[in-house]
């Protein structure tokens, strides 16, 4: 569960998230970002990555947790291979 205030000190909160395709590929994950945070998501081919910004940019859902996010807050994804759809949105 979030805790009351973090949202707003933070852009992007996530609380024990778990995502993955057929199993998970990680389980309660927690983080928050700031507006002057600057981050990098480096791991292995397979462990995670991409499905995790697009559980950020909803494109996908969570099998568990929640991200929440500022009304400001923009999300943008810029396609790696040509046949792969590139989508930036405003989010609620």
Sequence with gaps: MMMRGVLSRCTVVISDLVM???EPLYEGLCFS???TDKIGIVGDNGC??????RGIARQ???SAGEVS????????????????????STLP
């Design 20 to 22: 993955g395709h057929d």
């Design 33 to 35: 970002i700031s507006g």
């Design 48 to 53: 995670g990555k991409t499905t995790l910004l």
């Design 60 to 62: 996908v859902e969570p």
């Design 69 to 88: 996010m500022s009304s400001h807050f923009k999300t943008g994804l810029i396609a790696r291979k040509s046949h792969d759809y590139c989508s930036v």
